[in-house]
């Protein structure tokens, strides 16, 4: 019974710690709906609407599949647009351990859209693969709707939107840091290291200078095991 005693306070002591362990790890992304104002200049003149925009990442080796996903429609079109001739694409902006942008691009439209019908954008996907280490956030950049052949609508973030996702990259290819390499790392264009092998008439003429000195090396050998033998 004693024994019996321990090994439940041992296993109740186990499962308190690791679920400490649990409750203190940092999330590896933090996403949020963030709702965003859009003005868009379009073949008909200017339009505006809000729309809630969630980004959300998902690991893929050293790469990351990012998806943009719209709630509501952003602008709507006059005529008629029929089936697979719209399709969306937009930039993310990147921020933090980031910098630059993230194209992603949606998928045409399966359905006929009625004239004079908010634009349905639905989701949109592109590929992040980190340059350093540390938190990278995305916001919502310029959306393009492009339709008909032609980029139907522009639109911009007027309302300076938050970040909808904050991404906590570790182990990313490089390293820690996108700056250039110093001056005089080795093999660099202007660098004090090692250099790179040289080509032109400069080596020829160190090779036959080598070379040179291996026969009158040679040849010294040969007069000097003449000699010996003579003087015998």
């Known amino acids: 019974m004693p024994n019996r005693r321990r090994t439940a306070a041992a296993f109740t002591a186990a499962a308190t710690v690791t679920g400490a362990v649990v409750l203190t790890a940092a999330p590896a992304a933090h ?3 963030v709702d965003v104002n859009y003005a868009c200049e379009t ?27 719209f709630e ?13 001739v719209m399709t969306p694409r937009a930039e993310l902006v990147l921020g933090g ?19 004079d019908t ?7 996907t592109g590929t992040y693969t980190p340059k350093k280490n540390g938190k990278v956030t995305f916001t919502a950049g310029t959306l393009t709707v492009h339709a008909l052949g032609m980029d139907a609508a522009v639109c911009t973030p007027k309302n300076g939107p938050k970040p909808s996702l904050v991404l906590d990259v570790t182990g990313a290819a490089g390293g ?30 160190v090779a036959l200078g080598t070379l040179g000195g291996t026969v009158l090396l040679t040849g010294a050998a040969g007069v000097l095991w003449l000699t010996r033998r003579t003087a015998r």
């Open 43 to 69: 073949k008909i003149g200017p339009k505006s609407a809000v729309s809630p925009v969630d980004i959300k990442a998902v690991k893929n080796g050293g790469s990351y599949t990012i998806t943009m996903s």
């Open 176 to 205: 820690g840091s996108d700056a250039p390499p110093p001056a005089d790392d080795p093999g660099t264009s202007g660098g004090t290291g090692a250099e790179l092998p040289r080509t032109g008439p400069l080596d020829s003429a």
């Open 118 to 124: 908010p634009i349905s954008i639905g989701t949109l």
């Open 97 to 115: 351990a980031g910098s630059g942008t993230v194209k992603v691009k949606g998928t045409p439209n399966t359905a006929a859209i009625p004239p």
């Open 31 to 33: 996403a949020a709906v």
């Open 72 to 84: 509501k429609g952003v602008s709507d079109s006059p005529v008629e647009l029929p089936k697979g």
